[in-house]
C-alpha cells in the first residue's frame, strides 16, 4: 500500500523491455529477417522503444532515492555494498562458465579478482557498474537535486536533447563527425536519475488540476510521437545506407519522459 503502483508497472515493463532488447534476431534485430513490409516497421518501431529500458530504470531511482535523508555510512553499507557483492557473486558465476568453455584461462582468486575489478565480466553487466557508480555518487546527487530549480531541469534537458537528439541529425545530413563537447552530466547515472526527480518532486503531476494534467499529457504525447517519427526514420535511413544500427539518445529521451 505504501508503492506506487505506476513505479512498479514502470519496472515491470523495464524489464520486458530488457528481455526483448537481449533477444537477437527473434525480437530486436528481427529486422535483418524482415526486409521490408509491416513486420519490418514495427520491428524498427519496438527497437526505439525498447532502447529507453535503461533510462527508466535510472530515472525510476533518481524518483526513489534522490529525495532520502541517509548517512554516507547507511550509503556505503545498505546500498554500495549490496551492490558491489551483486557485481562479485555474478561474476564469479561467469568467471567459472567462462573457464569450463575454456580452461586455459586458468581458474584462480588472483586471476578472477583481476577481472572483476577491470572488466565487466560479460557486456551486459556494464548496467551494473553504472548503478555502483550512481550510488557512490548519491550524497552529491542529493544535494544537486534539491538545490536545483525549476529552470535548471529544463536547461539541462534541452542540453541534451540538442547534442543527443537534435545535432546528431544535423550532422549525419551536414556529413560530419559529432560535436566536440564532452558534457559529464549527460551520463546516464547522473542525468536520468536527476530527470526522475524532477518529474515527481518538481514538476509533480499528480499535483495538477485535471485540465493541467490533460493540457500537459496533450503535449508530453506530442513530443514524444514525434521523437519516435524521427527516431524510427534515423534509425531506418542509418540501416538502409550505412548499414550501423545507431538510436540517438536525445530522441530516446524523450520517449522515456512520455512513458
Given amino acids: 500500500n505504501q508503492k506506487k503502483l505506476y513505479i512498479e508497472v514502470l519496472r515491470i515493463l523495464a524489464i520486458l523491455m530488457v528481455l526483448y532488447v537481449h533477444s537477437g534476431t527473434r525480437a530486436q534485430h528481427h529486422y535483418m529477417v524482415e526486409s521490408s513490409g509491416i513486420s519490418y516497421y514495427i520491428c524498427i518501431i519496438l527497437l526505439c522503444i525498447t532502447r529507453t529500458c535503461n533510462m527508466l530504470f535510472f530515472m525510476i531511482s533518481g524518483t526513489l532515492l534522490l529525495h532520502k535523508e541517509e548517512s554516507i555510512r547507511t550509503i556505503l553499507v545498505h546500498r554500495v555494498l549490496r551492490m558491489v557483492l551483486i557485481i562479485m557473486i555474478f561474476g564469479l558465476i561467469q568467471y567459472y562458465f ?18 572483476v575489478y577491470s572488466s565487466r565480466i560479460i557486456e551486459q553487466y556494464w548496467f551494473l557498474h553504472a548503478y555502483l557508480a550512481f550510488l557512490l555518487l548519491l550524497p552529491f546527487m542529493r544535494f544537486i537535486a534539491r538545490s536545483m530549480k525549476k529552470e535548471h531541469f529544463l536547461y539541462l534537458s534541452g542540453l541534451y536533447l540538442l547534442i543527443e537528439g537534435i545535432l546528431p541529425i544535423i550532422e549525419r545530413v551536414w556529413d560530419n563527425q559529432r560535436i566536440a563537447i564532452d558534457i559529464s552530466l549527460n551520463a546516464i547515472e547522473i542525468f536520468f536519475p ?4 524532477y518529474l515527481t518532486k518538481v514538476y509533480d503531476f499528480e499535483g495538477l488540476e485535471k485540465k493541467k494534467k490533460v493540457k500537459d499529457l496533450a503535449v508530453i504525447n506530442i513530443f514524444g510521437a514525434v521523437a519516435l517519427f524521427l527516431c524510427v526514420r534515423e534509425t531506418k535511413l542509418l540501416l538502409e545506407t550505412q548499414d550501423i544500427l545507431m538510436v540517438y539518445n536525445g530522441l530516446l529521451f524523450v520517449m522515456a519522459i512520455t512513458i
Avoid: A, H, T
Fill in 98 to 115: 567462462n573457464y569450463r568453455e575454456n580452461p586455459i584461462i586458468g581458474f584462480s582468486m588472483d586471476v578472477y579478482f583481476k577481472i
Fill in 194 to 197: 536527476l530527470i526522475g526527480y
